[in-house]
């Protein structure tokens, strides 16, 4: 038989049992794929963030954002006139709105399109918590979507991290 001599695949051939277990592994692989982040703040709601910040993933690969807060609702939502705001995500790229996600809860999105998906949390755009993504590659001498800076609040503006200190070290906190 063609696969006599591999003993593993034999197995899986003979036995249905094998082929669930075989799913599940590859399930697992899948989720381990997944990048993390976290929405999180101080104790007393000061101060709100999302850990890390900004982020280097390729095409095709995973986001979730987990609301690791105890005591406070986020939201992950990106620029993107679907959401009212002004586009600061690729064109042609999927927006994206995960709604209020109670403490716990969690949201995952996959990133196909090549370039800088700017992000925010609804209640909290106005204390700057936003994020930064960059799928595969993007120009590190253009401020990305700087057409859009004067729509946006101040403190929001200044807690992108820039796109050269992204590409660098790939996570920023
Ligand atoms: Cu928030």
Redesign the pocket.
């Known amino acids: 038989m063609a696969f006599a001599h591999n003993p593993r695949r034999r197995l899986l051939l003979s036995a249905g049992g094998g082929l669930l277990v075989s799913a599940a592994l590859l399930r697992k692989a899948a989720a381990a794929d997944e990048v993390e982040i976290a929405?999180s703040?101080t104790a007393n709601g000061s101060e709100?963030?999302?850990r890390p910040r900004g982020l280097l993933i390729q095409p095709g690969q995973t986001v979730r954002w987990i609301n690791k807060?105890t005591g406070?609702?986020?939201?992950t939502t990106a620029y993107h006139p679907k959401n009212g705001k002004p586009l600061r995500i690729p064109q042609g790229a999927d927006s994206w709105n995960s709604d209020y996600l109670m403490p716990g809860e969690s949201f995952a999105m996959t990133f196909r399109v090549q370039g800088v998906y700017d992000y925010f949390?609804?209640?909290?755009?106005h204390?700057g918590?936003v994020g930064r993504i960059i799928v595969g590659s993007a120009d590190p001498a253009q401020p990305p979507y700087a057409d859009t800076d004067a729509k946006l609040p101040p403190a929001a503006l200044s807690h992108f991290p820039g796109v050269a200190d992204i590409l660098k070290t790939k996570v920023v906190q």
Not at 72 to 75: F, G, K, L, R, S
Not at 121 to 125: F, Q
């Open positions: 929405l703040g709100v963030w999302f807060d406070n609702v986020h939201t949390c609804i209640p909290h755009e204390a918590m």
